[in-house]
Structures are given as structure tokens and as C-alpha cells.
């Protein structure tokens, strides 16, 4: 059974930066699409970051270019989410998620989600 657990979350002051990660086990990370989503208290999950799997490209969502960056250590099986100059708006619970597709950075497009992590950006 896929298993996807994030870690890392927590109270970040504004200004400030996070790294989550995300361990997977009973599958390879390296032969998958891989994201990070979130959900802001009141809206929809959205894509944050995705690398997709056959073409290896990175996607990021425009409300965090530049200030984002996602990776993966296919030796520990486990990707990575690390943001910088954090506000009150990156508030939310973070997801990690796997798909052997994951062509879109988007919800729908992905099948395995970890059980999310809790940012709150907040002074």
C-alpha cells in the first residue's frame, strides 16, 4: 500500500522559511509525478509544486515562484518542499501526493496524498 508522510510544519513568523518533507514507502518516489498541495482555511486544495514523471518538468504556482523550490532524494525516497519569505497567505495545511501520471499540478490529477502538515504563518 502507498504510504506518503509529511513533516516539518509548524508556526513560521512572517518573513521566515520552512522545509517539509515527505517520506514514502512500499513505492519509488523516482518513478512517479510528484506534489505539493495545500489548503488555506475556507478554500480548495491547490497545486503549490509538482515535477512531472516521464519529462522531469518542475511546476510552480505563480503565487509562489521564486520562493519555492521542490526536490527529491530518490536514496531516502522521500521529496522535499522548502519555501522562503513566507506570509500569512501560505497559511494552511500542506499535502504531499504521488501519482504515476501527475501530467496537471492539479487536485484531480493526483492518487496518493500523505495526511498533511499544518503551516500557519503568523507573528
Known amino acids: 500500500q502507498v504510504r506518503l508522510v509529511e513533516s516539518g510544519g509548524g508556526l513560521v513568523h512572517p518573513g521566515g522559511s520552512l522545509r517539509l518533507s515527505c517520506a514514502a514507502s512500499e513505492f519509488s518516489l523516482e518513478y512517479f509525478a510528484i506534489g505539493w498541495f495545500r489548503q488555506a482555511p475556507g478554500k480548495e486544495r491547490e497545486g503549490v509544486a509538482c515535477?512531472?514523471?516521464?519529462?522531469?518538468?518542475?511546476i510552480y504556482a505563480d503565487s509562489v515562484k521564486g520562493r519555492a523550490t521542490i526536490s527529491r532524494d530518490n536514496a531516502k525516497n522521500t521529496m522535499y518542499l522548502e519555501m522562503n519569505s513566507l506570509t500569512p497567505e501560505d497559511t494552511g495545511v500542506y499535502y504531499c501526493?504521488?501519482?504515476?501520471?501527475?501530467?496537471?499540478?492539479?487536485?484531480?490529477?493526483?492518487?496518493?496524498w500523505g495526511q498533511g502538515t499544518q503551516v500557519t504563518v503568523s507573528s
Open positions: 501526493a504521488a501519482d504515476p501520471l501527475g501530467y496537471v499540478c492539479a487536485v484531480k490529477y493526483y492518487g496518493s
Open positions: 515535477i512531472t514523471n516521464n519529462e522531469g518538468i518542475t
